[in-house]
């Protein structure tokens, strides 16, 4: 069972801005014995690196938060980015992934867990991008990145955080108990969204079943859709795909209103 402390300090973490110090906190809970140097932490500005030039119109700080080797001997770091106040976190994924592809390959490490954040948004993107390594067809030893769209987590107070809250807890959960540190497998499978995924479409069929079960039953129903030519299955996955589309468009912001409305 998941102690009520851990998944306070999860929400306040998820349900809010970005705040370093929840970070911390989130992190020392979850990962046992994870050493996180108390000293200042160093930002670096891209506009003095010159090892990441193309990324300074995007990216404006970063520093690296602590880092450990796991049972495998994989170097694992964590980054915390800050970026261009007039750039927005949840665009340009590939980018905030091609650059720690880059920092990985230069520091010689095989995964990072990294914040991509701006002072100016609610909302902050939690990402793992791991290098792995395979042969190709012609025999080239080669470097894998992994999708960032697939191992990231969108959260902050403008996100449901229902996936992100449920996925980490339950995965963490189960690695932790060990009071071991995560390997970069394990981290994958924190990450791995597809379990979720799943659950979505078993929930959305239910759903789907259930209105149309209950539209059979319904005589006005029945009568206005023999009016109409149209059956309860033909209308139960047009009235579902509707909502789920109207779902996208608020999500984005195009309706007007926000997903998820302010608290009175």
């Given at each position: 069972?998941?102690?009520?402390?851990?998944?306070?300090?999860?929400?306040?973490?998820?349900?809010?801005?970005?705040?370093?110090?929840?970070?911390?906190?989130?992190?020392?809970?979850?990962?046992?014995?994870?050493?996180?140097?108390?000293?200042?932490?160093r930002f670096f500005y891209l506009k003095n690196e010159s090892d990441y030039s193309e990324y300074k119109n995007y990216i404006n700080k970063y520093f690296q938060l602590t880092t450990y080797k796991?049972?495998?001997?994989?170097?694992?770091?964590?980054?915390?980015?800050?970026?261009?106040?007039?750039?927005?976190?949840?665009?340009?994924?590939?980018?905030?992934?091609?650059?720690?592809?880059?920092?990985?390959?230069?520091?010689?490490?095989?995964?990072?867990?990294?914040?991509?954040?701006?002072?100016?948004?609610?909302?902050?993107?939690?990402?793992?991008?791991?290098?792995?390594?395979?042969?190709?067809?012609?025999?080239?030893?080669?470097?894998?990145?992994?999708?960032?769209?697939?191992?990231?987590?969108?959260?902050?107070?403008?996100?449901?955080?229902?996936?992100?809250?449920?996925?980490?807890?339950?995965?963490?959960?189960?690695?932790?108990?060990?009071?071991?540190?995560?390997?970069?497998?394990?981290?994958?499978?924190?990450?791995?969204?597809?379990?979720?995924?799943k659950e979505f479409f078993e929930l959305y069929k239910a759903k789907y079943l259930d209105l149309k079960e209950h539209l059979e039953k319904?005589?006005?129903?029945?009568?206005?859709?023999?009016?109409?030519?149209?059956?309860?299955?033909?209308?139960?996955?047009?009235?579902?795909?509707?909502?789920?589309?109207?779902?996208?468009?608020?999500?984005?912001?195009?309706?007007?209103?926000?997903?998820?409305?302010?608290?009175?």
């Open positions: 069972m998941i102690e009520k402390n851990k998944k306070d300090i999860l929400n306040k973490l998820i349900d809010d801005k970005f705040y370093l110090e929840n970070y911390k906190k989130f992190l020392l809970s979850f990962f046992y014995n994870l050493n996180i140097p108390y000293s200042e932490n796991d049972d495998n001997k994989k170097d694992i770091v964590f980054l915390v980015v800050h970026i261009e106040k007039d750039k927005s976190v949840a665009k340009a994924r590939s980018m905030q992934r091609n650059f720690i592809a880059k920092y990985l390959t230069k520091n010689s490490f095989d995964s990072a867990i990294v914040v991509f954040y701006n002072e100016k948004e609610v909302n902050w993107r939690l990402s793992l991008v791991r290098l792995d390594y395979s042969f190709s067809n012609e025999g080239i030893f080669k470097k894998i990145i992994t999708p960032a769209r697939r191992y990231s987590f969108l959260v902050g107070k403008e996100e449901s955080n229902h996936t992100a809250k449920k996925q980490l807890l339950n995965e963490l959960s189960k690695i932790t108990d060990s009071s071991k540190l995560p390997t970069a497998d394990q981290l994958e499978e924190i990450f791995q969204i597809e379990k979720v995924t319904d005589k006005d129903f029945i009568s206005e859709a023999k009016r109409c030519g149209f059956n309860s299955e033909e209308f139960s996955k047009k009235l579902l795909g509707q909502l789920a589309f109207l779902y996208f468009l608020q999500k984005k912001g195009w309706l007007g209103v926000k997903l998820i409305p302010k608290k009175n």
